[in-house]
T-cell receptor
Framework: SQQGEEDPQALSIQEGENATMNCSYK?????LQWYRQNSGRGLVHLIL?????REKHSGRLRVTLDTSKKSSSLLITASRAADTASYFC?????????????FGKGTKLTVNP | DGGITQSPKYLFRKEGQNVTLSCEQN?????MYWYRQDPGQGLRLIYY???????QKGDIAEGYSVSREKKESFPLTVTSAQKNPTAFYLC?????????????????FGPGTRLTVL
C-alpha cells in the first residue's frame, strides 16, 4: 500500500447510519490526521491522533490507530447529509529536521437524506 | 478575522505564460505549504517554507517557484516549464514545521485556486 491510502474509495450510506473509513500506511509516523474536503473547497482538519494513542473522540467522530498494523479508522456516527464530503488521512513523517504530511487519495462519502 | 486566503479563486492561463498564485495568512504561523490536487487524487506537496526567507522543494517542485519574503505571504509561480499545470492548488499553514514543535502541526488550508491552461 501507499503511505496514507484510504479504503473504500467511495462510500454511500443513508442518513443516520454510521460511516467507517480506513487508512493504511507504510512507514513509522509521528501522528496521523484526518481532514475533510467539501467539493471544490479547501481541507478542514478534523482530528489528530498521536502514534502513542490508540483511540480518540471528537463529537460524532471516533478515530482509532493501530501502529502494529499501520492502520487507522475514522468512524462518523449518526451521519447527516451535511457530512457528505471527501475524507483524507494524512500521516506525519519526520524528514530532514522538519515534519511532512503525506495525504492519501481520500474516501468520497455520500450521505443520502 | 483570522485565516488563510488565496486569490484568485479561478485562473486561466495561456500556454507559455507564467502565473502567480497568492497565499496570505494572518494566523502568525511560521510554516506555509503549497499543494497540488488533481481530480480524484490526494494532495501532493510542491514547496514548503518553515520560516521567512527559507523554503524547500516538495515532491513535485519542477516547473514551480516560490518566495517567502514576509511571514504572512507565500506566493507560488507556475512557470511555462510546468508541463501539465491544470489543477486545483491549495495553500496551507501551520504554527511550525519543525520537529521540536510536533504538537502543533495541524495544517490550516485556504479555499484553493483552480488553474486552467487554455
Amino acid at each position: 500500500s501507499q503511505q496514507g491510502e484510504e479504503d473504500p474509495q467511495a462510500l454511500s450510506i443513508q442518513e443516520g447510519e454510521n460511516a467507517t473509513m480506513n487508512c493504511s500506511y507504510k512507514t513509522s509516523i509521528n501522528n496521523l490526521q484526518w481532514y475533510r474536503q467539501n467539493s471544490g473547497r479547501g481541507l478542514v482538519h478534523l482530528i489528530l491522533i498521536r502514534s502513542n494513542e490508540r483511540e480518540k473522540h471528537s463529537g460524532r467522530l471516533r478515530v482509532t490507530l493501530d501502529t502494529s498494523k499501520k492502520s487507522s479508522s475514522l468512524l462518523i456516527t449518526a451521519s447527516r447529509a451535511a457530512d457528505t464530503a471527501s475524507y483524507f488521512c494524512a500521516t506525519e513523517l519526520t524528514q530532514g529536521g522538519s515534519e511532512k504530511l503525506v495525504f492519501g487519495k481520500g474516501t468520497k462519502l455520500t450521505v443520502n437524506p | 478575522d483570522g485565516g488563510i486566503t488565496q486569490s484568485p479563486k479561478y485562473l486561466f492561463r495561456k500556454e507559455g505564460q507564467n502565473v502567480t498564485l497568492s497565499c496570505e495568512q494572518n494566523l502568525n504561523h511560521d510554516a506555509m505549504y503549497w499543494y497540488r490536487q488533481d481530480p480524484g487524487q490526494g494532495l501532493r506537496l510542491i514547496y514548503y517554507s518553515q520560516i521567512v526567507n527559507d523554503f524547500q522543494k516538495g515532491d513535485i517542485a519542477e516547473g514551480y517557484s516560490v518566495s517567502r519574503e514576509k511571514k504572512e505571504s507565500f506566493p507560488l509561480t507556475v512557470t511555462s516549464a510546468q508541463k501539465n499545470p491544470t489543477a486545483f492548488y491549495l495553500c496551507a499553514s501551520s504554527i511550525s514545521g519543525l520537529v521540536f514543535a510536533s504538537s502543533y502541526n495541524e495544517q490550516f488550508f485556504g479555499p484553493g485556486t483552480r488553474l486552467t491552461v487554455l
